[in-house]
C-alpha cells in the first residue's frame, strides 16, 4: 500500500490511526524484522547458547536444552527410517511432558507437520482429526493406546508410538510393550548418532496444523506456518521485554501444549528464551500449589478457571503464590471482579489479560507491562496486528470508536488457512480493496479512545431478548459478584414472547448456599431487567474444554435435549 493511501486510511479510520502505539511500553517498537527461518532453529540456537541450562523439570527429573536436542535429532533419525519426509502429518497426542518437546522438534526438523490432538479426546474425535489430516503417525501415551488403535481402523495411521509418563520421571520406568505399538524409548535407543538429511524449509510452509471449533462444529484444522509461530513467538518475547536468551527464569505451565496457547507462550517461548519449564501433565491445583512452593516461577499463565479454583484454595497463600511475578490469563474472559479479588490475594502481583486465537498462533493483543492497566481490557494490538472491528450484520463497515461489532485481526501471526477447506478459509480470511487479508474472528470486540481493546462475547453465544444483544458474559460477571458463586455460565433459551430468555448455570462454593430466586435479586441491582436470568439452575459442575473454557454449546444443548427446571 502506498504512503499516500496509508495517510489517508489514518485519517479516516480510528484503527488505521493505531491510537495503541501511543501506549506501548517504553521499550516496545512498533515494527519488527521476524526470522524467516525454519521453528526447529528455536531449539538449536537455545542449545548452542545456552547447552546446560535445564530445559524441563518434570516430576522431579530435569533435561538440559542440550539433551532436548540430542535426544530430538535421534528421534528425527528414526522417523527418516519410518520413511517420514517433509510435509508428512504426524500427530502428538501427549500431555504436558518431555516427549511433548523433544517430538514437536523432532517433527519441525524434517519439514514435517504438527497435528496437536487432545489426549481428552474419544476414538471418533480422534479418527476425525487423523482422517482430515491425512495423518502417518501418532505419539500417545501407552494409556491412550486402546483409544488410538479403535481410531486406526477408520484412518490411514501406519504407526502409533507410545510412551509413559513414567518414562522421563526419576523412575525411568519405560511403558510395557503393546502389540502393533512402537516405543519412544526403542527409537531412542536404535540411534548411536544422529543422521540428518538436508530439508529445505520455507518460511510460509505449513508447521502446525492446530484443530479448532471442535466446540462449534466439525474441526478444521488451521495451517500456521513456521513465519505466523516464529513471528509470534518473537512477538510475546519482546512485549515482555526479554530481548536476552540467557534463561535465568522459570515456567509455570500447566496449560497444555496441544492448544495453541501452551504450544506457542508456553513450550516454544520458554525454549527461545532458554527457560526452566516446569511442566504440570494434567491440573491439580495441590500438584501446581506444590510447584510454586518448589520452584518459584517467575511466570505464570493460566485460564480463568485455574485463577478461580486457586482463589478458593484454603491454604492458597501458604505457598508463596505472591513471589511469582507474573501472571497471563488468556483463553476466555476474566470476570474483573475475579482479577481484583486474585491480585488482592497476590498483594498487588498484577494479573495480566491477553487475547488470542487458534488461527492467529495465538497471541494478537496483551496487556503491557508498565503502561496504563484498564482491567477487563485484553489490552493493546502487538506490534504489526492491524485491527479493525466491523459491524455485525455485514462485516464491511467500520463501526466507531466505543461501538461493539466484529473484531478482524491482520498480521505476520495471522493462519494460511484452513486445511482442506477453502470454503471455511473463504469466511473466515477476507481481502480488502487494498489487498490485505483479515482473520474475521466471530469474536464482538470494541475499543476505547486510547486503543485498549475488550472483548464482549462470541458471536455464536450472544443472545437476543426482545431485538437487544445480551452478552453472556456480563452477566457472568455480575454473578461472579456474588459471594456464594463459584462459577457461572449463561446461555439464551426459546421464549415465546421475547424470542430468546437468559438462564444461568451456576455452580456454588463449597459449604455455601444461594436459591435461584437470591440470584435473580442480586442480577435485578445490577442488570437492566431484559438481560436479568429468567430462569438459574443450581448445578454439580460446569461442562468445560480442556484449557477451561465453559462451553456454553453443550449447556445449550443440554436445554434442547433435556430441559430442567430451576433447583
Same mark, same amino acid.
Given at each position: 500500500?502506498?504512503?499516500?493511501?496509508?495517510?489517508?486510511?489514518s485519517?479516516?479510520s480510528?484503527?488505521a490511526a493505531?491510537?495503541w502505539?501511543?501506549?506501548?511500553?517504553?521499550w516496545?517498537r512498533?515494527?519488527?524484522n521476524?526470522?524467516?527461518?525454519?521453528?526447529y532453529?528455536?531449539?538449536?540456537l537455545t542449545a548452542?547458547?545456552?547447552?546446560e541450562?535445564?530445559?524441563t523439570?518434570f516430576?522431579?527429573?530435569?533435561?538440559?536444552?542440550?539433551?532436548?536436542?540430542?535426544q530430538?535429532?535421534?528421534l528425527a533419525?528414526?522417523?527418516?527410517?519410518?520413511?517420514?519426509?517433509?510435509?508428512?502429518?504426524?500427530?502428538?497426542?501427549?500431555?504436558?511432558c518431555?516427549?511433548?518437546?523433544?517430538?514437536t522438534?523432532a517433527?519441525?526438523?524434517?519439514?514435517?507437520?504438527?497435528v496437536?490432538?487432545?489426549p481428552?479426546y474419544t476414538?471418533r474425535?480422534?479418527?476425525?482429526v487423523?482422517?482430515?489430516?491425512g495423518?502417518?503417525?501418532?505419539?500417545t501415551?501407552d494409556?491412550?493406546?486402546?483409544?488410538?488403535?479403535?481410531?486406526?481402523?477408520?484412518?490411514?495411521?501406519?504407526?502409533?508410538?507410545?510412551?509413559s509418563?513414567t518414562?522421563?520421571?526419576?523412575?525411568?520406568?519405560?511403558p510395557?510393550?503393546?502389540?502393533?505399538a512402537?516405543r519412544?524409548?526403542?527409537?531412542?535407543a536404535?540411534?548411536a548418532?544422529?543422521?540428518?538429511p538436508?530439508?529445505?524449509?520455507?518460511?510460509e510452509?505449513?508447521?502446525v496444523?492446530?484443530?479448532?471449533?471442535g466446540?462449534?462444529?466439525v474441526p478444521?484444522g488451521?495451517?500456521l506456518?513456521?513465519y505466523?509461530?516464529?513471528?509470534?513467538v518473537?512477538?510475546?518475547?519482546?512485549?515482555?521485554?526479554h530481548?536476552?536468551?540467557?534463561?535465568?527464569e522459570?515456567?509455570?505451565l500447566v496449560?497444555?501444549?496441544?492448544?495453541?496457547?501452551?504450544?506457542?507462550?508456553?513450550?516454544?517461548?520458554g525454549?527461545w528464551?532458554g527457560?526452566?519449564?516446569?511442566?504440570?501433565?494434567?491440573?491439580?491445583?495441590?500438584?501446581?500449589?506444590?510447584?510454586?512452593?518448589?520452584?518459584r516461577?517467575?511466570?505464570?499463565p493460566?485460564?480463568?478457571?485455574?485463577?478461580?479454583?486457586?482463589?478458593?484454595?484454603?491454604?492458597v497463600?501458604?505457598?508463596?503464590?505472591?513471589?511469582?511475578?507474573?501472571?497471563n490469563?488468556?483463553?476466555?474472559p476474566?470476570?474483573?471482579e475475579?482479577?481484583a479479588?486474585?491480585?488482592?490475594?497476590?498483594?498487588?502481583?498484577?494479573?495480566n489479560?491477553?487475547?488470542?486465537l487458534s488461527?492467529?498462533s495465538?497471541?494478537?493483543h496483551?496487556t503491557?507491562?508498565l503502561?496504563?492497566?484498564?482491567?477487563?481490557?485484553i489490552g493493546?494490538?502487538?506490534p504489526?496486528t492491524?485491527?479493525?472491528i466491523?459491524?455485525?450484520?455485514?462485516?464491511?463497515?467500520?463501526?466507531?470508536?466505543?461501538?461493539?461489532?466484529?473484531?478482524?485481526?491482520?498480521?505476520?501471526?495471522?493462519?494460511?488457512?484452513?486445511?482442506?477447506?477453502?470454503?471455511e478459509?473463504?469466511?473466515?480470511?477476507?481481502?480488502?480493496k487494498?489487498?490485505?487479508?483479515?482473520?474475521y474472528?466471530g469474536?464482538v470486540?470494541?475499543?476505547?479512545?486510547?486503543?485498549?481493546?475488550?472483548?464482549?462475547?462470541?458471536?455464536?453465544?450472544?443472545?437476543i431478548?426482545? %431485538?437487544?444483544?445480551?452478552? #453472556?458474559t456480563?452477566?457472568? /460477571?455480575?454473578?461472579y !459478584?456474588?459471594?456464594? &458463586? *463459584?462459577e457461572? %455460565?449463561?446461555?439464551?433459551? #426459546?421464549?415465546?414472547?421475547? /424470542?430468546?430468555?437468559? !438462564?444461568?448455570?451456576v &455452580? *456454588?462454593?463449597? %459449604?455455601?448456599?444461594?436459591? #435461584?430466586e437470591?440470584?435473580?435479586?442480586?442480577?435485578?441491582?445490577?442488570?437492566?431487567?431484559?438481560?436479568?436470568?429468567?430462569k438459574i439452575q443450581?448445578?454439580?459442575?460446569?461442562?468445560k474444554?480442556?484449557?477451561?473454557?465453559?462451553?456454553?454449546?453443550?449447556l445449550?444443548?443440554?436445554?434442547?435435549?433435556?430441559p430442567q427446571?430451576?433447583?
Amino acid at each position: 500500500m502506498s504512503q499516500s493511501k496509508v495517510a489517508e486510511e489514518s485519517r479516516t479510520s480510528p484503527y488505521a490511526a493505531k491510537p495503541w502505539l501511543d501506549h506501548y511500553d517504553y521499550w516496545m517498537r512498533p515494527h519488527i524484522n521476524y526470522p524467516r527461518r525454519p521453528l526447529y532453529e528455536i531449539l538449536r540456537l537455545t542449545a548452542v547458547q545456552a547447552p546446560e541450562s535445564v530445559a524441563t523439570a518434570f516430576q522431579g527429573a530435569h533435561l538440559t536444552y542440550a539433551q532436548i536436542k540430542e535426544q530430538s535429532d535421534k528421534l528425527a533419525t528414526a522417523l527418516v527410517r519410518f520413511g517420514v519426509k517433509q510435509g508428512d502429518r504426524i500427530g502428538i497426542m501427549l500431555p504436558n511432558c518431555p516427549q511433548y518437546i523433544i517430538t514437536t522438534f523432532a517433527i519441525l526438523r524434517l519439514g514435517a507437520i504438527v497435528v496437536n490432538i487432545n489426549p481428552l479426546y474419544t476414538p471418533r474425535e480422534v479418527a476425525v482429526v487423523a482422517g482430515d489430516s491425512g495423518m502417518r503417525l501418532v505419539f500417545t501415551l501407552d494409556l491412550l493406546a486402546p483409544i488410538v488403535f479403535a481410531a486406526r481402523e477408520q484412518t490411514s495411521l501406519e504407526k502409533v508410538i507410545i510412551t509413559s509418563l513414567t518414562e522421563y520421571s526419576p523412575a525411568a520406568t519405560p511403558p510395557a510393550v503393546i502389540e502393533g505399538a512402537e516405543r519412544f524409548v526403542d527409537l531412542l535407543a536404535s540411534v548411536a548418532e544422529p543422521e540428518l538429511p538436508h530439508v529445505e524449509v520455507h518460511p510460509e510452509d505449513v508447521a502446525v496444523l492446530q484443530y479448532t471449533g471442535g466446540t462449534t462444529g466439525v474441526p478444521k484444522g488451521a495451517m500456521l506456518t513456521h513465519y505466523n509461530i516464529f513471528a509470534n513467538v518473537i512477538q510475546v518475547s519482546l512485549w515482555g521485554n526479554h530481548e536476552s536468551r540467557t534463561g535465568g527464569e522459570t515456567y509455570l505451565l500447566v496449560i497444555p501444549f496441544f492448544h495453541i496457547y501452551g504450544f506457542t507462550v508456553g513450550m516454544m517461548v520458554g525454549t527461545w528464551l532458554g527457560v526452566q519449564q516446569v511442566l504440570i501433565p494434567k491440573y491439580d491445583v495441590e500438584a501446581l500449589l506444590k510447584a510454586i512452593r518448589d520452584y518459584r516461577p517467575t511466570y505464570f499463565p493460566a485460564v480463568p478457571t485455574i485463577y478461580i479454583s486457586l482463589l478458593n484454595h484454603p491454604q492458597v497463600k501458604e505457598y508463596g503464590i505472591d513471589k511469582v511475578q507474573r501472571f497471563n490469563c488468556g483463553s476466555a474472559p476474566l470476570p474483573i471482579e475475579v482479577i481484583a479479588q486474585f491480585e488482592r490475594l497476590t498483594g498487588g502481583v498484577s494479573l495480566n489479560e491477553g487475547y488470542g486465537l487458534s488461527e492467529a498462533s495465538p497471541v494478537t493483543h496483551s496487556t503491557a507491562s508498565l503502561a496504563r492497566r484498564k482491567p477487563g481490557s485484553i489490552g493493546l494490538p502487538f506490534p504489526d496486528t492491524e485491527i479493525k472491528i466491523v459491524d455485525l450484520q455485514t462485516g464491511t463497515k467500520e463501526v466507531a470508536v466505543g461501538e461493539e461489532g466484529e473484531l478482524c485481526i491482520a498480521g505476520p501471526q495471522v493462519m494460511k488457512g484452513y486445511w482442506n477447506r477453502a470454503d471455511e478459509t473463504a469466511i473466515a480470511l477476507r481481502e480488502d480493496k487494498s489487498g490485505r487479508t483479515w482473520l474475521y474472528t466471530g469474536d464482538v470486540a470494541r475499543m476505547d479512545e486510547d486503543g485498549y481493546f475488550y472483548i464482549v462475547q462470541r458471536k455464536k453465544d450472544m443472545i437476543i431478548v426482545s %431485538g437487544f444483544n445480551v452478552y #453472556p458474559t456480563e452477566i457472568e /460477571g455480575v454473578l461472579y !459478584k456474588h459471594p456464594a &458463586v *463459584l462459577e457461572a %455460565g449463561v446461555i439464551g433459551i #426459546p421464549d415465546a414472547y421475547r /424470542g430468546e430468555a437468559v !438462564k444461568a448455570c451456576v &455452580v *456454588l462454593r463449597k %459449604g455455601m448456599t444461594a436459591t #435461584p430466586e437470591e440470584l435473580i435479586e442480586h442480577c435485578k441491582t445490577q442488570l437492566a431487567e431484559f438481560k436479568v436470568p429468567q430462569k438459574i439452575q443450581i448445578r454439580e459442575s460446569l461442562p468445560k474444554t480442556a484449557v477451561g473454557k465453559v462451553l456454553h454449546r453443550v449447556l445449550r444443548q443440554e436445554e434442547q435435549t433435556e430441559p430442567q427446571e430451576s433447583t
